[in-house]
């Protein structure tokens, strides 16, 4: 019911006496707006002091938007009638739309004061009341609406949306419930129920309620988009698109609904697309933080992080105390390794949400790149005793015990990386394998993450052929597919799920050392476990015959949009020392270099480029082949060195990765592999010392070179 239309009064009955007055009425409340004015003027100029004309005439000016004449006419028609309460309340309407907001909420009060026994005429004001952000006098008009009726199912639903807004969330369900009750098919009530409660975190419920609430009515732009944004706390990314597009189709200049899909996109990966959503959202609502703070979260992903820092900032200008930009801007300065900036700005957020979860997964995560590990575990514990079930928290904390070597709580901890958000699921749909005997049926191995934790877990396929007694398929991806060739124990390889066998259960590489139990003590290190294709070893060691001496690969970034990568990779200038050490050979591996990455070895008289012979990891496989070392820092080339069998030094931050444990200097993964660790946090000059100083020893005194076999048998899959 608008504002427009005065609600029924005994008023209404005494004007109708009036013939003229009432065919007026008639028009105007059949929408004959002109035939109505027309009246009304006619007996306004015969009795200008006619307190119902002045009345119905001032609410068609409203209509109308003649606001000020709405005024004049309702402020004459309260004056000459004081007890006309349709008039005060249409005058606090007309007032409101002026901006006259003091003015306005006094009409309303005065309806108060005259209505008090009218339910419905506490609602109407208390609607106006609620609209012009005065929530207790709304609240208080609804209740005593309800006293007066207790089955006004209008006034218990206006009463549980005014509790909402004002986050009194037990006794907004209670009201919405009630009314519910009275109404059991009124879509915005289960609507209104939804967002009660996904802000009360009773995920599960918002579901039923908006789901529900869709059954009856499916179009409803607003709940396919709540619904879209439940179904993405759930990780149920799919679904959620799905359901935030149809919001979209039917109101495409949706910026809440952009912003929410925008976020889906990003838990696929697809950070390009969703800050285009971003950018399309914020141009139609500018004012709206929460837009800016999910663009730097897309922009960090993408490693663009001064964007993101400025886009933060942004947001946070308009809502200095969001604890969610805090926790984002945190998160980009940790990775620029801001430590303390990254530091202050979680505990801004902490203040407003002191048991925020995902803030305290993110410090325990920082000071577990610092190598504070009772910071880092007392963090992580933290979290989960503020929600047992969060998924970050129990990843952090596998991280942390994998770190210290405490392999089986940390392979439990790790398998729930799944449920972390922009963890990219595998999509595959065979039933897990959860380490039962298969035999006589198919299990699928598929790779997840990079290509050294493919290399990596690569090795577990003769224990699971052992453990299953099933046959084993693998799906890798194309740059890994010939190198795989090499591996014993995998009965189909393929790079196509439209190749793939029927399978009757599928693992992701990583989860296998949980399913097998592996300790420390029980690491699979029979090295080699690969090897290069024998058809292409002669080819390389053609093209390095010319070069003499020792010759050792270099590699010195990995993946620029690995979140580590800052920490990992290094400036190619710190491995330009190795060109003067004496009888030493340097091939580079780094794929795809940069002209001025290239330009750092200019005149190195020993150091040739191969990278643009290698296609995939069989061709570098085959260069490594023929290589006596192998320096390079924390990427895929060391893994594959390691899985060769070949000698390898591994250039470290002050805090590497988990799977190199805490200060070794070898690893249990891979027998040949040392590792050289920073001393100071991203200096890499006293990795370099090392280098140069224990190079010459190596070279005066080198092991016998493990010559890849050229005998195609030795390598089952090829």
Known sequence: MTGQHPPPGPEHQASIVQPRLAQAMNHHLAGRLQEAELLYRQILKEDPNHADALHMFGVLAHQQGAFAVAVECLSRAVALRPGLIEAHYNLGNALKTLGQKSQALECYRQVVRLGSHLPEALLFVGNGFKELGSL?????????????????????????????EQKSWVEARDATLMALRLQPDDADLLFTLGLIAIETRNLDEAQTH?????????????????????????NRVDEAIHSLER???????????????????????????????????????????????????????????????????????????????????????????????????????????????????????????????????????RVLAIRPDH????????????????????????????????????????????????????????????????????????????????????????????????????????????????????VPLLSLPYLLGTTLATIPASIPY???????????????????????????????????????????SFLRPLCSVAGCCLVNLQKDPTPAEQAVFAGCDHFIDLSGMLHDFADTAAVVANLDLV???????????GAMGKKAWLL???????????????????????????????????????????????????LPRMESSDDPKAHPNL
């Open 652 to 702: 470290l931050p002050r805090v590497g990765d988990w799977r190199w444990l805490r200060q070794r200097e070898d690893s249990p993964w891979y027998p040949g592999l040392r590792l050289i660790r920073q001393l100071t946090p991203g200096q890499w000059q006293h990795c370099i010392d090392v280098v140069v100083r224990d190079l010459p020893h190596l070279i005066a005194n080198p």
């Open 391 to 506: 998924p970050e928290g129990h990843l952090g904390l596998g991280l942390y015990h994998l770190t210290q070597g405490a392999l089986e709580p940390g392979w439990q901890h790790y398998e729930w990386r799944w449920r972390t958000r922009g963890f990219i699921h595998h999509g595959h749909r065979q039933p897990p394998w959860q380490g039962e005997p298969l035999p006589g049926k198919t299990l699928l191995l598929h790779c997840e993450q990079g290509y050294g934790d493919s290399i990596q877990f690569i090795r577990y396929v003769p224990l699971v052929k052992k453990a299953t007694g099933a046959k084993v398929v693998v799906f890798a991806p194309p740059p890994l597919f010939r190198l795989f060739a090499t591996v014993a124990g995998i009965d189909h390889l393929s790079t196509h799920l439209d190749q793939l066998p029927a399978c009757d259960a599928q």
């Open 247 to 381: 919001a979209l189709e039917l109101k495409p200049d949706y910026p809440e609904a952009l912003s929410n899909l925008g976020t889906a996109f990003q838990e696929q990966g697809r950070y390009e697309e969703a800050i285009d959503l971003y950018t399309r959202a914020l141009t139609l609502k500018p004012d709206l933080p929460e837009i800016r703070s999910n663009m730097g979260h897309a922009l960090q992903e993408l490693g663009r992080l001064e964007e993101a820092v400025e886009q933060l900032q942004l947001a946070l200008a308009q809502r200095p105390n969001d604890p969610g930009g805090l926790n984002n801007l945190g998160n980009v300065y940790k990775q620029q390794g801001r430590y303390d900036a990254a530091i202050e700005a979680y505990q801004k957020a902490l203040q407003q949400v002191p048991d925020h979860p995902e803030v305290h997964a993110n410090m325990g995560a920082l000071y577990l790149e610092q190598g504070q590990w009772d910071q880092a575990l007392d963090w992580f514990n």
């Open 136 to 164: 207790e006098e709304a609240i208080t008009c609804y209740r005593r609406a309800i006293a007066l009726n207790s089955g006004f199912t209008a006034a218990w639903g206006a009463l549980g949306a005014a509790l909402k």
């Open 530 to 572: 690969m090897g290069a294709d024998p058809s292409l070893i002669p080819f390389y060691r053609d093209h390095l015959r010319s070069m003499p001496g020792f010759k050792i690969g270099i590699a010195w970034r990995g993946n620029p949009k690995h979140k580590n990568d800052y920490q990992r990779s290094m400036n190619p």
């Open 210 to 234: 908006l789901r529900r609430g869709l059954s009856i009515r499916p179009d409803a732009p607003e709940a396919l988009c709540n619904l879209g944004l439940v179904l993405l706390e759930h």
């Open 631 to 641: 320096i390079a820092v924390d990427t895929a080339i060391i893994h594959l060195a």
